[in-house]
C-alpha cells in the first residue's frame, strides 16, 4: 500500500546535538511539508517543498533545515540552534502544491524529546 | 489572513449520543475544507473535505460536515457517537497562495466518548 513512513518513531536529542527525521512516500507526490505538533496548537509549518530540490520555509523555519534530493524523501533535520525542539512532528505530501483540492497524506509521526 | 477557530478544545458526550464539533474558518475567497481526525501517537487521516458542489458532505466513519458560507463555518457532525471515535479531530482551510496550497489549521478539539 501507497503511504508516508516516518522514522523513527521516538527520538531523543542531547544538548548541541543535531537530529534527523526522516520522510519517506511512496505516493508519488510532488509536494511534501513538515509540520510541528504542540498541545494546543494545532500544526504549525516548518518547511515545505513544492518539487525536488526545491524547498521553502514555512511559518516555524528558525533552527531547522530540509533537502530534498529525491522526490519520495524530504529528511528534517533539528539543530542545536532550536532551543525548544520537544514536540511532535508530522510529515506530509499532496499530489501537487498548486492550485489543487487534493488533501494531504499525513505519516504517523516522530516524537522528539530533550535527553 | 486565514484562519481557522474551532469552538471547545474539549468535548464529551455519551456513547449514541449526536456529536458536533464546531469550525469557522475567515476566507476572502471560497475555501477548501477538510476535516482529519487523529488518534494518539498517529498522524492525520482524512475524515472528508469540501472543494465545490453539495454543501453537505459525508466522510468516513459515518461522520459529515456542511459547508454554510453565510456563517463561514464547517462543523463536524455524526449522529451516534461510538466509543472508537475518541480522538482529536482537526479542522483546516485550504489557501492558493501564489499558487501554491498551503494549509492552515485549527488548534483541535478532543472529543471523548462515555460509555
Known amino acids: 500500500d501507497g503511504g508516508i513512513t516516518q522514522s523513527p518513531k521516538y527520538l531523543f536529542r542531547k544538548e548541541g546535538q543535531n537530529v534527523t527525521l526522516s520522510c519517506e512516500q511512496n505516493?508519488?507526490?510532488?509536494?511534501m511539508y513538515w509540520y510541528r505538533q504542540d498541545p494546543g496548537q494545532g500544526l504549525r509549518l516548518i518547511y515545505y517543498?513544492?518539487?525536488?530540490?526545491?524547498?521553502q520555509k514555512g511559518d516555524i523555519a528558525e533552527g531547522y533545515s530540509v533537502s530534498r534530493e529525491k522526490k519520495e524523501s524530504f529528511p528534517l533535520t533539528v539543530t542545536s540552534a532550536q532551543k525548544n525542539p520537544t514536540a511532535f512532528y508530522l510529515c506530509?505530501?499532496?499530489?501537487?502544491?498548486?492550485?489543487?483540492?487534493?488533501?494531504?497524506?499525513f505519516g504517523d509521526g516522530t516524537r522528539l524529546s530533550i535527553l | 489572513a486565514q484562519s481557522v477557530t474551532q469552538l471547545g478544545s474539549h468535548v464529551s458526550v455519551s456513547e449514541g449520543a449526536l456529536v458536533l464539533l464546531r469550525c469557522n474558518y475567515s476566507?476572502?475567497?471560497?475555501?477548501?475544507l477538510f476535516w482529519y481526525v487523529q488518534y494518539p501517537n498517529q498522524g492525520l487521516q482524512l475524515l472528508l473535505k469540501?472543494?465545490?458542489?453539495?454543501?453537505l458532505v459525508k466522510g468516513i466513519n459515518g461522520f459529515e460536515a456542511e459547508f454554510k458560507k453565510s456563517e463561514t463555518s464547517f462543523h463536524l457532525t455524526k449522529p451516534s457517537a461510538h466509543m472508537s471515535d475518541a480522538a482529536e479531530y482537526f479542522c483546516?482551510?485550504?489557501?492558493?497562495?501564489?499558487?501554491?496550497?498551503?494549509?492552515?489549521f485549527g488548534s483541535g478539539t478532543k472529543l471523548n466518548v462515555k460509555p
Open positions: 506530509a505530501s499532496s499530489i501537487t502544491a498548486f492550485n489543487s483540492n487534493q488533501p494531504q497524506h
Open positions: 505516493l508519488n507526490h510532488d509536494a
Open positions: 517543498s513544492q518539487i525536488v530540490n526545491d524547498f
Open positions: 476566507s476572502s475567497v471560497p475555501p477548501y
Open positions: 469540501y472543494t465545490t458542489g453539495a454543501t
Open positions: 483546516a482551510v485550504r489557501r492558493a497562495l501564489y499558487n501554491f496550497n498551503k494549509f492552515y
